[in-house]
């Protein structure tokens, strides 16, 4: 009746265990990021009162089972379930959702710590720290390259002091696009040639826009390009060209004919003592032009034909966005993107050994694998971020309430092992009387 008591007891210390970890998956089911745990148990040992024994030919009986008496039960685990939880859509850009397997990485002060719960903000250094202030890591940009260096991670400062802005450009290259109508009357010199524009940019980013005309020559198939005043964004003349070119076209293909001149260098300025644009001279390609019937119209397109050295404005941080590879883009007012770092996850052999620590943070045990330091591209194993979306608790409330009943029932069930032992000895203490 004793053995039958303390197993009763046990029961029901393993049973409150089990509803302790039931009631802290309900209180989570809400909790982003959050992994459920589940509670195995295992008998302790069992008293041998008799052991078996095998078949006796010489005395013709056969062979015994052992006979065992159990003495309670013990909890054999408490699992955290790594399954991945539903996405929750926010919209907010720093809410990032692991797809797949992995763990953001963040430096709470005292060493790197682990999660899947991604509300991330900003603080007043321009970080990006979760909820509780631990700093989110990743790689950083080389400044020489512009191009994520991958190494030992460090925070992610994406709103430090060189990312608010993004430098000027001065342009170097710049391309005329139209046609050229040979019976154009105002291409005579006599009146007028007909006049287009060009704009560009300084080194400092400053807008100017230099004057030109294009002219017939004596023959049918050669223009004269000239350039005349440069003005600032307020209209005032800071420079008269010089400069002229005379572009030549094929009359069979009404193409530029490309054994000839086919760009026009802006340089040597006049009265341009305070014009930054003189230090190089400015590229004009002349090559897409045509002399085809149909209207005289030109237009000039900052940069080649591939948009190198279209030149720009200074800048400041309009926006930014976090790509599925984690890199992180920031948008400037002057139109460029750029690369501000990359966020990383870390991977472990066996995430369930990782050691829960609070506010939804985990950190590597003897038995979880270890963390190089470095960390991987979220979609280096077929993975990725999702931004704008942060991922639920992995709570199954069905199963958690399912598991509540059967642990209830299984308290009770004990409790009345206890009870009903009590009554027996209260008989056997009876017998005296």
């Known amino acids: 009746m004793m053995r039958s008591m303390?197993?009763?007891?046990?029961?029901?210390?393993?049973?409150?265990?089990?509803?302790?970890?039931?009631?802290?998956?309900?209180?989570?089911?809400?909790?982003?990021?959050?992994?459920?745990?589940?509670?195995?148990?295992?008998?302790?040992?069992?008293?041998?009162?008799?052991?078996?024994?095998?078949?006796?030919?010489?005395?013709?009986?056969?062979?015994?089972?052992?006979?065992?008496?159990?003495?309670?039960?013990?909890?054999?685990?408490?699992?955290?379930?790594?399954?991945?939880?539903?996405?929750?859509?926010?919209?907010n850009p720093l809410d990032l959702k692991v797809e797949g397997e992995g763990f953001f990485v963040v430096d709470d002060g005292s060493g790197y710590k682990f999660t899947r719960a991604g509300a991330f903000r900003i603080d007043s250094s321009g970080n990006i720290v979760s909820p509780e202030g631990q700093k989110l890591m990743g790689w950083g940009v080389n400044n020489n390259t512009g191009e994520i260096e991958k190494g030992v991670v460090e925070s992610l400062s994406i709103l430090s002091p060189a990312n608010l802005?993004?430098?000027?450009?001065?342009?170097?290259?710049?391309?005329?696009?139209?046609?050229?109508?040979?019976n154009d009357t105002q291409?005579?010199?006599?009146?007028?040639?007909?006049?287009?524009?060009?704009?560009?940019?300084?080194?400092?980013?400053?807008?100017?826009t230099a004057e030109l005309k294009l002219t017939s020559t004596a023959g049918d198939?050669?223009?004269?390009?000239?350039?005349?005043?440069?003005?600032?964004?307020?209209?005032?003349t800071k420079a008269v060209g010089t400069d002229s070119v005379t572009v030549s076209f094929n009359p069979a293909t009404g193409k530029?004919?490309?054994?000839?001149?086919?760009?026009?260098?802006?340089?040597?300025?006049?009265?341009?003592?305070?014009?930054s644009e003189m230090a190089e001279p400015l590229t004009v390609d002349l090559s897409q032009l045509t002399l085809f019937s149909g209207k005289t119209s030109i237009q000039s397109v900052r940069g080649d034909t591939s948009g190198f050295g279209a030149g720009r404005e200074a800048g400041t941080m309009s926006g930014f966005s976090i790509g599925p590879d984690g890199k992180i883009q920031g948008r400037y007012t002057n139109g460029e993107n750029k690369l501000l770092g990359q966020v990383v996850i870390a991977q472990f052999r066996n995430p369930a050994g990782l050691q829960k620590v609070g506010n939804n943070l985990f950190q590597v045990t003897t038995n979880s694998g270890d963390f190089d330091g470095i960390g991987m591209d979220p979609t280096a194993t077929g993975g990725a971020l999702n931004a704008g979306v942060l991922e639920m608790s992995n709570v199954d409330l069905s199963r958690e309430f399912t598991e509540m009943i059967t642990t209830q029932r299984g308290f009770q069930a004990n409790s009345r092992i206890i009870t009903s032992s009590d009554e027996m000895l209260q008989e056997l203490v009876n017998l005296k009387r």
């Open 6 to 91: 303390y197993s009763g007891i046990s029961g029901l210390r393993v049973h409150q265990t089990k509803m302790d970890v039931i009631g802290n998956n309900i209180a989570n089911v809400n909790t982003a990021g959050f992994k459920a745990g589940r509670v195995t148990f295992s008998e302790v040992f069992n008293q041998t009162l008799q052991g078996a024994s095998g078949a006796n030919e010489a005395t013709g009986r056969g062979g015994t089972n052992p006979m065992q008496v159990g003495l309670g039960v013990n909890i054999a685990s408490i699992d955290t379930l790594m399954t991945e939880g539903a996405a929750q859509r926010t919209d």
């Open 165 to 182: 802005y993004s430098e000027p450009e001065k342009t170097t290259n710049v391309y005329l696009e139209g046609n050229i109508d040979r």
């Open 187 to 208: 291409l005579d010199p006599l009146n007028g040639g007909v006049p287009f524009t060009i704009s560009f940019y300084d080194s400092l980013g400053y807008r100017y």
């Open 221 to 236: 198939t050669d223009f004269a390009i000239t350039v005349g005043a440069v003005k600032d964004s307020k209209g005032e």
């Open 256 to 275: 530029v004919n490309l054994t000839g001149d086919t760009q026009l260098n802006i340089t040597g300025l006049n009265g341009a003592t305070d014009f």
